[in-house]
């Protein structure tokens, strides 16, 4: 599975946009951009996943450039409750071959939403 | 949220004895995975399995062992538990590309 860079960690203020940026440079065609978020003490959560498209959900917004090289994560109003670790993950989907969907999570960005 | 439940959520127990968490799920998912949460080193997956009865090693199976006899329940054991296991267990299922997490169990060995 590809690499990915994530910042360390981010600040947000709450109501405003949290613009999350991944490097993912190694990315292979048939590997998918996951992201996941947790909350302390938590289990992580699902957020979204893409492939080359962008993707919207009731949670996120996924941008993946182009050459699919990045990609950002948009939470489009961020509120307290989005203060989070959140993990950048490029794998190969389940249906795409012999990973079983195996999660390779790295230092993910701690985004802080201050009031 | 996705039915998955991890029993014991908290065990304190000493080295040397045998242990086992249980992850079970109300989903019907087809795969099923163990990770360990540990400071400094993020999720890294201990085992996984892919239907029942069919399990396979992740990346830090050593003193950890699987079984997982029916669709809902995937055991965990560690079969002479030391004091690196000490951790949080998460376990998490799948049927098609998101995973979804249990609570958690915080597991200390003295």
């Known amino acids: 599975d590809a690499k990915t860079t994530q910042p360390t960690s981010m600040d947000c203020a709450e109501g405003r946009a949290a613009n999350l940026p991944c490097n993912h440079s190694t990315i292979s065609g048939n590997e998918y951009v996951y992201w996941y978020r947790q909350i302390h003490s938590q289990g992580p959560q699902y957020i979204i996943h893409g492939l080359k498209n962008n993707e919207t959900n009731e949670m996120a917004s996924l941008i993946i450039t182009e050459d699919r090289k990045s990609s950002t994560l948009i939470l489009p109003h961020a509120t307290l409750r989005d203060t989070a670790v959140y993990y950048c993950i490029v794998r190969v989907a389940i249906s795409g071959g012999t990973s079983y969907g195996k999660l390779t999570f790295g230092q993910g960005t701690i985004l802080t939403v201050h009031p | 949220d996705a039915g998955i439940t991890q029993s014991p959520r908290h065990k304190v127990t000493e080295t040397g004895t045998p242990v086992t968490l249980r992850c079970h799920q109300t989903?019907?998912?087809?795969?099923m995975y163990w990770y360990r949460q540990d400071p400094g080193h993020g999720l890294r997956l201990i085992h996984y399995s892919y239907g029942v009865k069919d399990t396979d090693k992740g990346e830090v199976s050593d003193g950890y062992s699987v079984s997982r006899s029916k669709t809902e329940d995937f055991l965990l054991t560690l079969e002479s538990a030391t004091s690196s296991q000490t951790s949080v267990y998460f376990c998490?299922?799948?049927?098609?590309?998101?995973?979804?997490f249990g609570p958690g169990t915080r597991l200390t060995v003295t």
């Open positions: 998490a299922i799948s049927d098609h590309d998101e995973q979804y």
């Open positions: 989903e019907n998912h087809r795969y």
